[in-house]
C-alpha cells in the first residue's frame, strides 16, 4: 500500500501565481485533512473533509481552496501565492472510529513562494 | 492562544537511558491525545496515543502517561536508542477521529552514544 501521496515534493511559485497541491490515500478513509508547518510552530490545520462533498475550515484557512469529488483525493488549492505561504505541507487521512485513532500522513510537499 | 503547548524545543539524552518529554494542554474538551514523530525531509510518523478515559498506555519501549487534572501528558521512552533521535510533537482532538488535531511546537529529541 502507499498510504498517503502528495505530489510534487517541493514547488517554487511567484507571487500570484496558482498551483494544486495533490493529496492521495489508498486506504478508503473517509477523513482528510491538510496542515502546514512553519519553523519553530507544530502543524495547523488548514481545511479538513469528513467524506466526499464535505469539507470545512481549520485553524489557517484563508488563501486556500479545497474540495473533495472522490474519497480517494484531496486536492489543495492556492489560488494567488503569497510570500507568507511558504511552508512544508502535509496531508493526512484518517478513519472513523469509536475511541479516537491516529492520522496518517503524506510525506509533505515544500512550498517556496518568492 | 496555543492549546497544547511543547515548552522544551529540545532534549539530549544518553543512549540507554530515560527520555521524557512534556506537553501541556488548555482546552478541556480535549478527549484522544498523540505523539508523533518526525524525521526531517519526511511526513510524521505516529507513535502512540491515549483516550481521555485513561491514565497510562504502553507500546514496548514507549509509555504515555495522561494527568487530566493538570491537563498534562508525559512520553517515556526507555532505554534511549540513537535511531529515538527525531522531532516528537504532541498533538490533541476533542472529537472522534483524527481530522482536526491540534499540534504542540515539537521537542527535538537527540540520542548522545
Known amino acids: 500500500n502507499a498510504g498517503v501521496t502528495q505530489t510534487p515534493k517541493f514547488q517554487v511559485l511567484k507571487t500570484g501565481q496558482s498551483m494544486t497541491l495533490q493529496c492521495a490515500q489508498d486506504?478508503?478513509?473517509?477523513?482528510m485533512s491538510w496542515y502546514r508547518q512553519d519553523p519553530g510552530m507544530g502543524l495547523r490545520l488548514i481545511h479538513y473533509?469528513?467524506?466526499?462533498?464535505?469539507?470545512d475550515q481549520g485553524e489557517v484557512p484563508n488563501g486556500y481552496n479545497v474540495s473533495r469529488s472522490t474519497t480517494e483525493d484531496f486536492p489543495l488549492r492556492l489560488l494567488s501565492a503569497a510570500p507568507s505561504q511558504t511552508s512544508v505541507y502535509f496531508c493526512?487521512?484518517?478513519?472513523?472510529?469509536?475511541?479516537?485513532?491516529?492520522?496518517?500522513f503524506g510525506q509533505g510537499t515544500r512550498l517556496t513562494v518568492v | 492562544d496555543q492549546q497544547v503547548k511543547q515548552n522544551s524545543p529540545s532534549l539530549s539524552v544518553q543512549e540507554g537511558r530515560i527520555s521524557i518529554l512534556n506537553c501541556d494542554y488548555t482546552n478541556s474538551m480535549f478527549d484522544y491525545f498523540l505523539w508523533y514523530k518526525k524525521y526531517p525531509a519526511e511526513g510524521p510518523t505516529f507513535l502512540i496515543s491515549i483516550s481521555s478515559i485513561k491514565d497510562k498506555n504502553e507500546d514496548g519501549r514507549f509509555t504515555v502517561f495522561l494527568n487530566k487534572s493538570a491537563k498534562h501528558l508525559s512520553l517515556h521512552i526507555v532505554p534511549s536508542q540513537p535511531g529515538d533521535s527525531a522531532v516528537y510533537f504532541c498533538a490533541a482532538s476533542e472529537i472522534q477521529g483524527a481530522q482536526k488535531l491540534v499540534f504542540g511546537q515539537g521537542t527535538r529529541l537527540t540520542i548522545n552514544p
Open positions: 493526512a487521512s484518517s478513519y472513523a472510529i469509536l475511541g479516537g485513532t491516529e492520522a496518517f
Open positions: 473533509s469528513v467524506g466526499a462533498g464535505i469539507t
Open positions: 486506504m478508503n478513509h473517509e477523513y
